[in-house]
């Protein structure tokens, strides 16, 4: 069976694929608006781990939406979430038997709840995945440390090949400086190989 997984390079996703590994043919797929070529980074880790690589363009208007929402609530949550689950959406319509990301049990955002996880399968004809549900950030970090290779710091110094780095450009393209008004200072991770 196939399984695409919503892929940003980093560890979550990351872990959540090498759960998955065992029980499908995983393929690692980076959605973005093509608003810039990080989505590059995503690439070289799928190949470093080991994974086939798939990359999918999503619409422009969900992008320009979820930026106008983002701007006008002064914080990422909602527009984070209208994208995710437009990403779903769009893998969803591919070929794979079923699609997964690497949500956890304590993020804020992005989440799929039940309904939203059941709709997606009932209508797409896909099963819904999200092998990290269980986990939270302390077992995330344990077994990153024990698995993977990765780089860290400030989000505009550690891109990743995913639509928040894209989102933060057409933010900052929007008003140039405006990001930090936005997006709250935070730690990224880049997955470059496993140990």
Not at 25 to 51: I, K, P, Q
Not at 80 to 96: G, N, S, T
Request: charged share 30%; net charge negative; proline share 3%.
């Amino acid at each position: 069976m196939d399984c695409g997984v919503l892929f940003s390079g980093g560890k979550d996703s990351t872990l959540a694929a090498l759960v998955l590994e065992d029980f499908y043919d995983v393929t690692l797929v980076t959605a973005g608006f093509g608003v810039t070529d990080d989505w590059e980074h995503a690439r070289a880790a799928a190949d470093d781990l080991g994974f086939a690589f798939e990359r999918v363009v999503l619409d422009e208007s969900v992008a320009a939406d979820a930026v106008e929402t983002m701007v006008d609530d002064g914080f990422p949550r909602n527009g984070i979430q209208a994208v995710h689950e437009h990403a779903l959406e769009v893998v969803a319509e591919r070929k794979y038997d079923a699609v997964a990301d690497g949500t956890r049990r304590d993020d804020r955002v992005p989440t799929v709840s039940r309904a939203s996880a059941q709709s997606l399968e009932d209508r797409h004809g896909v099963d819904y995945l999200s092998p990290l549900t269980g986990f939270g950030r302390g077992a995330i970090d344990d077994l990153v440390e024990q698995e993977l290779v990765v780089e860290s710091g400030p989000s505009e110094e550690v891109p990743k090949g995913d639509y928040e780095t894209e989102l933060r450009a057409l933010i900052e393209d929007r008003e140039e400086g405006s990001v930090a008004e936005v997006f709250p200072a935070h730690e990224q991770t880049r997955v470059t190989g496993r140990r």
